[in-house]
């Protein structure tokens, strides 16, 4: 005979797997009629919690856990600094884990949760597309900084990010009405929910709104570290030389792409515009320096811990978007044909 989950009894009652993991818990953020109607789908179908994993749960530590998922990310491991920062000066406590992009934050979150005993989890960088079920297993606070996680049923779930598809479209805007209409593209779509593919989407529309057809043979895919966008640029380069401005999807990857136009013999801003994104505090010491905008890093840590608190205390999840302030650098400029 199968045993019945947790996850069976959330898909007969209608409800999230956190919502049941709150009725059984006891949490008093459950109204009436939902608790009802959970507790009589767990006599119908006779589920037995296990007991130690309850147990488990219960035994919460002072400790939360930052999960930042791409160690090469300039932008990710400063933010990183700021939210330890101002944990301390909250008399809170994080530990730090990092882990490559292809790792799985999840897991580690699991692992962390169930070695540690966090109390609640931010997790930078993550890549809530793959696992958008497991996510709403985890029965702890958890704050996605950078990332929009609107969509995430569970209560116990806050988000705090710019509007990446906006900024994207703000971008590709700029190089426009400076007179740029063949606009290359460098970065990674990925699920539609990520932050990086938001940002393409929203160059995407831009180019649409201003009735430029987008041209695949514009865009080329890269990660977030030089090398791939140095390799980026340079493929982009081996079939066209006809542009005149690029969109790079973060700073480290304008930085790498920036590298490889002047290699293959192109001045920035003179032969191409360049801009990017993340507003990295190495955006100003390029030559030279990248116009960029910029992910206000100190008010995404403060909301990031203050988000987490407020779901540590029974708080219903808010999800928070932030302005994203352009930075005029001189990697940009007028362009006439």
């Given at each position: 005979?199968?045993?019945?989950?947790?996850?069976?009894?959330?898909?007969?009652?209608?409800?999230?797997?956190?919502t049941?993991?709150?009725?059984?818990?006891?949490?008093?953020?459950?109204?009436?009629?939902?608790?009802?109607?959970?507790?009589?789908?767990?006599?119908?179908?006779q589920?037995?919690?296990?007991?130690?994993?309850?147990?488990?749960k219960?035994?919460?530590t002072?400790?939360?856990?930052?999960v930042?998922?791409?160690?090469?990310?300039?932008?990710l491991?400063d933010l990183?600094?700021?939210?330890?920062?101002?944990?301390?000066?909250?008399?809170?406590?994080?530990?730090?884990?990092?882990?490559?992009?292809?790792?799985?934050?999840?897991?580690?979150?699991?692992?962390?949760?169930?070695?540690?005993?966090?109390?609640?989890?931010i997790?930078?960088?993550?890549?809530?597309?793959?696992h958008?079920?497991?996510?709403?297993?985890?029965?702890?606070?958890?704050?996605?900084?950078t990332?929009?996680?609107?969509?995430?049923?569970?209560?116990?779930?806050?988000?705090?990010a710019?509007?990446n598809?906006?900024?994207?479209?703000?971008a590709?805007?700029r190089?426009?009405?400076?007179?740029?209409?063949?606009?290359?593209?460098l970065?990674f779509?990925?699920?539609?929910?990520?932050?990086?593919?938001?940002?393409?989407y929203?160059?995407?529309?831009?180019?649409?709104?201003?009735?430029?057809?987008?041209?695949?043979?514009?865009?080329?895919?890269?990660?977030?570290t030089?090398?791939?966008?140095?390799?980026?640029?340079?493929?982009?380069l081996s079939?066209r030389?006809?542009?005149?401005?690029?969109f790079?999807?973060?700073d480290?990857?304008?930085?790498?792409?920036?590298?490889?136009?002047?290699?293959?013999?192109?001045?920035?801003p003179?032969?191409?515009?360049?801009?990017?994104m993340?507003g990295?505090?190495?955006?100003?010491?390029?030559?030279?320096?990248?116009s960029t905008?910029?992910?206000?890093?100190d008010d995404?840590?403060?909301?990031?811990?203050?988000l987490?608190?407020a779901?540590?205390?029974g708080?219903?999840?808010?999800?928070v978007?932030l302005?994203?302030?352009?930075?005029?650098?001189?990697?940009?400029?007028?362009?006439?044909?």
């Amino acid at each position: 005979m199968r045993i019945v989950t947790i996850r069976d009894v959330a898909k007969e009652a209608q409800v999230s797997i956190s919502t049941v993991s709150r009725v059984l818990n006891d949490r008093p953020d459950v109204d009436a009629l939902t608790r009802a109607r959970v507790l009589k789908v767990v006599e119908k179908l006779q589920y037995v919690r296990n007991a130690n994993a309850a147990n488990l749960k219960q035994q919460h530590t002072d400790f939360s856990a930052v999960v930042l998922r791409g160690r090469r990310n300039l932008f990710l491991t400063d933010l990183a600094e700021r939210i330890l920062d101002i944990g301390r000066r909250r008399g809170r406590r994080f530990l730090i884990e990092i882990i490559d992009e292809k790792d799985d934050e999840f897991e580690t979150a699991r692992t962390l949760y169930r070695e540690r005993k966090l109390s609640g989890c931010i997790f930078l960088g993550s890549n809530l597309q793959q696992h958008v079920h497991d996510f709403e297993t985890l029965d702890l606070p958890c704050v996605f900084a950078t990332v929009q996680a609107e969509f995430l049923a569970g209560r116990q779930f806050s988000s705090v990010a710019v509007n990446n598809f906006d900024t994207g479209k703000a971008a590709v805007d700029r190089l426009i009405g400076l007179g740029h209409r063949r606009i290359a593209l460098l970065g990674f779509y990925g699920p539609v929910t990520n932050s990086t593919g938001q940002r393409l989407y929203g160059a995407q529309e831009s180019l649409r709104r201003h009735g430029i057809p987008y041209d695949e043979s514009l865009f080329e895919e890269c990660d977030f570290t030089l090398p791939s966008a140095y390799a980026g640029m340079t493929a982009v380069l081996s079939r066209r030389r006809d542009f005149s401005a690029l969109f790079a999807i973060s700073d480290i990857v304008a930085f790498g792409a920036m590298k490889a136009l002047i290699d293959h013999g192109l001045s920035v801003p003179r032969d191409v515009s360049v801009i990017g994104m993340d507003g990295t505090e190495q955006a100003a010491y390029t030559v030279p320096s990248l116009s960029t905008y910029a992910q206000p890093a100190d008010d995404i840590a403060t909301e990031s811990v203050r988000l987490l608190e407020a779901a540590m205390r029974g708080q219903k999840g808010k999800h928070v978007l932030l302005p994203a302030p352009f930075i005029q650098g001189g990697s940009i400029k007028k362009h006439v044909e």
